[in-house]
Nanobody, 118 residues
């Protein structure tokens, strides 16, 4: 069982920055693929960014050049640095882990609210 706990959300003005953290349990964190997703009110959950066990990253077009995903295996933590935030980035942000060997995101955190005011 893998537990994920997000932190770092909050209220920020447009153009500002936030860094989200996701602390994971598990002795084999370094082998997990990790991802960030978000869900805005009335919308479906959408992919934001991912990082593989080897450090390869990819992100959604809507956040390219503004958001950066990274990981610190020594701390069992994945980060999402969010710069140049826009009101449309307002959502609950979730981290997720590919830890079950299927390639699917098997474990999810409880989410952290990010609100960007105009």
């Amino acid at each position: 069982q893998v537990q994920l706990v997000e932190s770092g959300g909050g209220l920020v003005q447009a153009g500002g920055s936030l860094r989200l953290s996701c602390a994971a349990s598990g002795r084999t964190f370094r082998s997990y693929g990790m991802g960030w997703f978000r869900q805005a009110p009335g919308k479906e959950r959408e992919f934001v960014a991912r990082i593989t066990w080897s450090g390869y990253t990819s992100s959604a077009d809507s956040v390219k050049g503004r958001f950066t995903i990274s990981r610190d295996n020594a701390k069992n933590t994945v980060y999402l640095q969010m710069n140049s935030l826009k009101p449309e980035d307002t959502a609950v942000y979730y981290c997720a882990a590919q830890a079950g060997g299927s390639g699917n995101y098997d474990y999810w955190g409880q989410g952290t609210q990010v609100t960007v005011s105009s």
